[in-house]
């Protein structure tokens, strides 16, 4: 499986990006597929989970109700629309994907990632 992570950039306190991961590969539909986030001096932390059915997708608290999750028709491209940004929201984002239908949030569990793209919020 492979993952291409597009869509970051700087943007100010309060505005939005929308993140998007492409997932390539001959079982790539059926993947559950995160995204996480690593902020500087920080672990890298669960984001949004979403299932290849795109039915009840996962948030960390931090962002829920501000972050959403969703997956097209052709179920390979993940994107993450995020409204409401914050500058603890900067962070590089990557996509992940992982073989088993159900979202979990330890990123030791994804064994395919994508190579990042960098989510720059200024105050």
């Known amino acids: 499986v492979q993952l291409q992570a597009s869509g970051g950039g700087v943007v100010q306190a309060g505005g939005s990006l929308r993140l998007t991961c492409t997932v390539g590969g001959r079982t790539a539909a059926r993947d559950t597929v995160a995204w996480f986030r690593q902020a500087p001096g920080k672990a890298r932390e669960f984001v949004a989970g979403?299932?290849?059915?795109?039915?009840?997708?996962d948030y960390s608290n931090s962002v829920k109700d501000r972050f959403t999750i969703s997956r097209d028709n052709t179920k390979t491209k993940v994107s993450l629309q995020m409204n409401s940004l914050k500058p603890e929201d900067t962070a590089i984002y990557y996509c992940a994907a992982k073989r088993q239908l159900y979202i979990t949030t330890g990123a030791s569990d994804y064994v395919n990632w994508g190579q990042g793209t960098l989510v720059t919020v200024s105050s």
């Open positions: 979403i299932i290849w059915t795109g039915r009840s997708p």
